[in-house]
């Protein structure tokens, strides 16, 4: 005898207390994880760099490699999201959480540039790791019905994380003078709250339910590939391509849209403060709009027309003016709220329960690359061309030309995670 028997399965709404700590969460991790972004200007007047010039965030400067840094080390999300498999979701977005919080308050003493830099690094990969597992509790705790409300909820928390990091800037430096440092020292009062939430946060009962399965004393691998079984490797494959290419276009359209508004436009930091209020709403319209269109027209096409409303919305941010930059960067946030929900139903639904938070851990990994590799090449032919406009159009057009790869994945809506993807008999995930 191979296993147990399999235990009734108790699945939630998305209103469920799991479900709300997960937002929750979020929450927090989208303000982590944007500080950094939001703050990059006053870090750099703060540390002594120019934060007025007009091209910044390339490898030869030393703003630009620290961003760089802390970017690709949120690669290390991969192995710790594959920890998920083996001991639980529950316990890895605790002590991610956690951690990471903490990290980043200590960031607010930074002493240099690149102690900065250090602390925001390590820190990363723990709250990637947390984005990825948290999507994957938010589909194994809900039914077909009910799950991209949940990955939708789950999105309009860190959303709102972000938002918040953008707008309490304003007031921590312009009024009280305190610069990043206030913005990261708002970590402790978030890292207070997780006593509150970590009652409300369950063990989905379909990794559970796994778990009781597996012979005694026999643990998945925690190898992110071998782990993978032989046939569903051309699919992750899949998968990592196209969200290295969504990434190559938001990277640069997010992470340049303080330094390009204010440095080059001219735009006032208030302003900015109030285009990133206003993206909140269409963040949320977004969520909206890719929930009804995933669960109507299916989780493919959803996928597609959003890949590439993202990819031209970016040309239009960066083809010269204020409005162009206002409009093309509401439409982009427009565009990634509406595929997040049918990109984290179909990517979640594609692969068994005993491999998906360290397949969440791969796309993590590939948005990573994707958003450092399209950060690279914007900010030299920016610099190789004189121009935005080039460098936009350059990264978008490549962006876009996998959108088509989605196409290829098995449509998943109103299948159950049983259904779309079945455990495999002989998974590596089950050996010793």
Not at 56 to 84: E, M, N
Not at 202 to 211: M, Q, W
Not at 238 to 244: D, G, K, R, S
Request: charged content about 10%; hydrophobic content about 50%.
């Amino acid at each position: 005898m191979r296993s147990r028997p399999t235990p009734r399965l108790r699945l939630h709404g998305w209103r469920h207390p799991t479900i709300v700590a997960i937002a929750l969460l979020g929450v927090v991790t989208g303000f982590a994880q944007f500080a950094p972004t939001a703050s990059l200007s006053d870090v750099a007047k703060t540390f002594g760099a120019d934060g007025t010039a007009e091209q910044v965030g390339l490898s030869a400067t030393t703003v630009g490699l620290g961003l760089a840094v802390i970017r690709v080390a949120s690669l290390g999300a991969l192995p710790i999201a594959s920890v998920a498999d083996r001991i639980g979701r529950r316990q890895v977005l605790l002590w991610c959480v956690g951690i990471g919080l903490t990290l980043t308050a200590t960031a607010a003493i930074s002493p240099s540039f690149w102690t900065f830099v250090a602390v925001v690094a390590i820190s990363r990969p723990l709250f990637s790791a947390t984005t990825a597992v948290g999507s994957v509790v938010a589909s194994e705790e809900t039914t077909s019905e009910h799950r991209t409300k949940a990955v939708a909820l789950a999105a309009a928390g860190y959303g709102i994380g972000t938002g918040v990091a953008s707008v309490v800037r304003v007031p921590l430096n312009d009024l009280l003078g305190l610069g990043f440092r206030g913005v990261f020292a708002c970590a402790l009062p978030l890292l207070l709250t997780l006593p509150l939430l970590a009652p409300m946060l369950g063990e989905p009962d379909r990794f559970v339910a796994l778990r009781e399965r597996r012979l005694p004393g026999v643990r998945p691998r925690l190898q992110p590939l071998s782990a993978i079984h032989p046939r569903l490797r051309g699919r992750l494959l899949l998968l990592t391509a196209v969200t290295l290419t969504f990434n190559l276009v938001t990277g640069p359209n997010n992470t340049y849209l303080f330094f390009y508004g204010e440095g080059r436009l001219g735009i006032s930091p208030a302003t900015m403060a109030g285009v990133i209020i206003v993206s909140g709403v269409l963040g949320l319209a977004g969520l909206l709009l890719g929930r009804w269109a995933s669960d109507r027209v299916g989780r493919r096409a959803a996928c597609i027309t959003f890949h590439l409303l993202m990819a031209l919305s970016a040309v239009v941010a960066y083809s010269g003016s204020v409005p162009g930059l206002v409009g093309g960067f509401w439409a982009g946030i427009l565009a990634q709220g509406a595929y997040g929900p049918a990109f984290g139903a179909l990517s979640t639904e594609v692969f068994p329960t005993s491999v998906r938070a360290t397949t969440q851990g791969w796309v993590a990994a590939a948005g990573v690359l994707g958003a450092v590799v399209g950060l690279l090449l914007f900010g030299t032919l920016s610099d190789v061309t004189g121009s935005f406009a080039t460098a936009a159009l350059t990264v978008c057009m490549l962006g876009a030309v996998t959108a088509v790869g989605y196409r290829w994945f098995p449509e998943t809506v109103g299948l159950e995670l049983e259904e779309s993807a079945p455990e495999l008999d002989d998974q590596p995930a089950q050996g010793g």
